[in-house]
């Protein structure tokens, strides 16, 4: 079925598996290829053919509009207010989640007695899935049963309301999506603070340079590669992972404007196709929003990677 051959040249000897036939590796790879075109090619390619189209999921009909159903969305105050605020919680969220993810993973690394308890209790919520992790937290700041209110009202006397006050819906649900995604960050500059060279290191310390200097001007470009990464990777998750806690803490709400102050492009997108049946607004949401992770892919790598420093 397949033989391995040896290959030898200048650096020494390469094993490579060869397979006897071309049909061999696609016969291989069909069952993948299966998946991946009915769970995502299909309907993607659905969702576009739809984005064309003003359809009525009940009664089941279809109406040709062109680019009717994008020209009405760009247009449309409500979305423009829930794409600012899409743009507000992703820089926030990104940006916080990525540099206190690093402050944590550099003090976690750092040789004390427990690190490696301190480790697993950094990385344990990313095992909480998006809706186990938003029930906790709306359990916590409930404003009538919340821990964190009782605790308040206890000391402070106060107790606000989380879930009903614009700006702190809005906080609670940016922190929320933060220390979600605080592990998977986590894991990532763990993994590379500990593969840092360290003669490289100890060069800086005996040259003078104190241990904010060693970490910025040292340390931290040779983490460029892993924080270009995450910058990606946390920009896509701002943009999609975020459904689970705003559903679960405040259902978009509470309304500020045209929209709710938690309404971002995700959820938009949900209400519109699965609330108000306006599949085809639907889908040109999620269309537009596809053209969206494709335009922010091509500027990281068009323009983030010039800037990236990448070690021998």
Not at 197 to 219: K, N
Not at 239 to 260: E, K, M, Q
Request: charged share 10%; glycine share 8%.
């Amino acid at each position: 079925m397949l033989s391995v051959r040896q290959k030898r040249d200048a650096g020494g000897r390469e094993d490579r598996a060869v397979f006897r036939g071309a049909a061999l590796p696609w016969l291989f790879l069909l069952p993948s290829l299966l998946i991946l075109a009915v769970f995502i090619y299909l309907p993607t390619l659905r969702t576009l053919r739809l984005a064309g189209y003003r359809a009525n999921l009940i009664l089941g009909t279809e109406q040709w509009v062109g680019l009717g159903n994008i020209t009405d969305l760009l247009g449309s105050p409500t979305y423009r207010q829930v794409a600012l605020q899409t743009l507000v919680f992703t820089l926030l969220s990104v940006t916080g989640g990525l540099l206190l993810s690093l402050g944590l993973a550099w003090l976690a690394s750092r040789p004390v007695r427990g690190s490696r308890a301190y480790r697993l209790l950094l990385i344990y919520p990313y095992a909480l899935s998006p809706a186990i992790a938003g029930t906790l937290w709306l359990f916590l700041f409930n404003p009538e049963i919340g821990v964190v209110n009782q605790i308040l009202g206890e000391l402070a006397g106060v107790r606000p309301r989380w879930l009903d006050t614009p700006l702190l819906a809005f906080a609670l649900v940016t922190v929320a999506a933060i220390w979600k995604g605080l592990a998977y960050n986590i894991v990532f500059y763990l993994a590379s603070i500990r593969n840092l060279p360290t003669d490289v290191m100890e060069a800086a310390q005996i040259d003078g340079a104190t241990p904010a200097q060693v970490f910025w001007r040292v340390a931290f470009p040779l983490l460029s590669p892993v924080t270009f990464f995450l910058v990606f990777t946390n920009i896509v998750a701002a943009l999609f992972d975020s459904f689970a806690l705003t559903d679960l803490l405040t259902r978009g709400g509470p309304y500020v404007g045209h929209a709710g102050i938690t309404t971002f492009l995700v959820y938009q997108l949900y209400q519109d196709g699965f609330v108000n049946f306006r599949t085809g607004a639907a889908a040109a949401q999620g269309a537009l929003m596809l053209a969206l992770v494709a335009f922010v892919t091509f500027m990281q790598f068009r323009l983030g990677e010039r800037r990236v420093h990448y070690g021998a």
